[in-house]
């Protein structure tokens, strides 16, 4: 039996390698306590943020929550124009890679709107271009999915507006540098942009319900009427808040195109009209303060036309007979209104035009603000046209806001599109007696229930207001096919909240209109469907149980079975 037996020995080391040991075990340690330490000091350095973080709170979420511009609402609250964080898409010509005629072909199925063309002119320029400065998501994904790395998708404030072309001329627009270029947008960039007023939103006088239907119902007259324009505004004769404002057509500040560009104008506050027998219900007023009208019951000649300076006026319905001054409303007869103004004189009709503002830009907060066309020599036959409101031009708010002071005891105040608090409105002005006010508050709704603004009437309403409706200037004369149909009126007229004023540009006759284009048959039913709409947003509450009294003047209209 053999056996194998193992030799069994210890293993030793020799004192080098003692050394070596050790030295390793030495060197473990000590990059044991560096990692240690600066574990710590890390560790200390989040703890110190997070207290930090904890202690100032405020700090940090103003600076994240505020936005880059502050935002727009209307006067209860509802958002009109927000910043947020939207997508772009821009491209670096130098690093695209693939097909420039192909992708600029893929582009344009993207994005219909602009021509193959055009993007390849600007994929083969030499500089970076935004393809998309406002780009939706859906646009994005498409765009991102053709894999070109040329093409890329910043992020980037964006101005959004929620409510898209509603009040697009009173919101305005901001260019690529978010600056306002226009509308509240340009009136207010300045405490928009500032740091310390930005968080809190700008409050506009406007209801976007109100807008709304007014832009609604403005829009469905000036389609039927194949009117080449429509204008509107509601205000609030006491402070001179602007309730709604309406230029049609819109745009949308949200995409800006050049084919809407001519849409811009603002025609309420921007555009100058002869407004026409509009202006009748002024002099009248003027007439009454100065007392060269003293009594409503004295008729003046109106049974042929007017000659003056080889200059004839006349009346476009004559009524054959003498009229007195409720009559001269109620008919719009330009003959007495003329000779009404001849009795005051020059001067007391021209203090009056300047009082209400009619020499001026509109007051508002607007950059975009016409100036009036003034005549240039104010002589008796000046005096005696501007009397029923030709030779003179304004924009429809200057009308407003001085049919405002007609109705409202007699105060003009400049308009104002910020919300005011109450006992805050602006002093303004006297323009007119507490009592010619009163007497102006009959005859206007004596014109509606009984004159040419009977279409304006609305059941429970009280709506009172004057037709104007005149031929456009042209070539030194006037187009007789050219016409600017306006109704003016104030409701209700027993204690007067509001003015409307409704405007369509050029409206063509229709069966619906019995083929007539003048404000009583166009623009009067505009006031009748808003006022019927708006009313109780604004919280007035039809009445029919409630009207102006005019029981003293009502004898004074001749009626043939009288």
């Known amino acids: 039996m053999t056996a194998l037996l193992a030799n069994s020995r210890k293993v030793q080391f020799s004192g080098k390698h003692k050394d070596v040991v050790a030295n390793a075990h030495f060197r473990l340690i000590i990059l044991l306590l560096v990692f240690l330490g600066a574990f710590t000091v890390i560790a200390g350095r989040l703890a110190s943020f997070a207290i930090l973080e904890d202690a100032q709170p405020s700090r940090t979420t103003s600076a994240v929550l505020v936005p880059a511009r502050g935002d727009i609402v209307d006067r209860n609250g509802v958002a009109l124009a927000r910043t947020i964080r939207g997508y772009a898409i821009r491209v670096i010509p130098a690093r695209l890679l693939g097909d420039k005629a192909t992708l600029s072909r893929q582009l344009a199925a993207i994005f219909p709107d602009t021509s193959e063309a055009d993007f390849l002119a600007t994929l083969t320029s030499e500089r970076p271009t935004y393809l998309r ?29 929620p409510q898209r072309d509603l009040a697009a001329h009173i919101l305005g627009f901001v260019n690529a540098d978010g600056e306002g270029v226009m509308g509240m947008e340009r009136a207010l960039n300045e ?39 429509a204008a509107g505004i509601i205000l609030d004769v006491k402070t001179g808040e602007v309730m709604a404002l309406a230029s049609l057509p819109v745009f949308d500040p949200n995409k800006l195109r050049k084919d809407t560009i001519r849409f811009q104008t603002n025609e309420v506050t921007q555009s100058v009209f002869e407004l026409g027998s509009t202006f009748k219900p002024f002099t009248i007023a003027a007439a009454l303060d100065a007392g060269t009208v003293t009594d409503l019951a004295v008729r003046y000649n109106a049974m042929e036309p007017i000659k003056v300076a080889g200059f004839t006026i006349k009346d476009d319905h004559s009524q054959g007979r003498y009229l007195n001054v409720p009559e001269t409303l109620v008919h719009s007869s330009n003959i007495v209104t003329a000779r009404i103004a001849d009795n005051l004189g020059k001067e007391r009709m021209e203090d009056m035009i300047r009082r209400l503002g009619f020499d001026e830009r509109p007051h508002i907060e607007l950059a975009e603000r016409g100036h009036p066309i003034w005549p240039k020599r104010w002589g008796r036959v000046t005096n005696m046209t501007i009397a029923y409101g030709h030779g003179i031009a304004v924009t429809p708010l200057h009308l407003a806001s001085a049919y405002a002071a007609l109705v409202n005891g007699g105060i003009w105040r400049p308009a104002t599109l910020l ?11 006297r323009v007119f007696k507490a009592a010619t006010s009163a007497r102006m508050r009959q005859l206007l709704r004596m014109i509606v229930s009984s004159g040419t603004g009977r279409k304006a009437d609305a059941p429970g309403f009280r709506i009172g207001g004057k037709t104007g409706s005149a031929e456009k200037p042209s070539n030194g004369g006037y187009n007789k096919t050219s016409l600017v149909s306006t109704f003016a009126a104030a409701f209700p007229m027993d204690n007067p909240h509001y003015v409307i004023i409704t405007m369509l540009d050029e409206p063509q006759g229709t069966a619906e209109t019995s083929f007539q284009r003048t404000a009583g048959w166009t623009a009067a039913p505009i ?36």
């Not at 894999?147 to 992020?155: H, L, W, Y």
């Open 133 to 161: 400065r406002r780009a939706m998501p859906d646009e994005v994904k498409q765009v991102h999915a053709l894999g070109e790395i040329g093409i890329e998708f910043p992020r980037e404030d964006e101005r959004l507006y």
């Open 191 to 229: 405490s928009l942009t500032q740091k310390s007023l930005r968080a809190t939103p700008a409050t506009l006088s406007i209801d976007s319900r109100v807008q709304a239907a007014l832009e609604s119902e403005l829009n469905s007259a000036m389609i039927s009427t194949e009117a080449r324009g």
């Open 419 to 429: 919300k005011v608090a109450p006992g805050e409105e602006a002093q303004g002005r």
């Open 527 to 562: 006031v009748h469907k808003v006022v019927s709409r708006v009313g109780p947003m604004l919280g007035v509450v039809p009445d029919e149980h409630r009207d102006v009294d005019v029981s003293e003047l009502t004898p004074l209209l001749w009626s043939p079975k009288g």
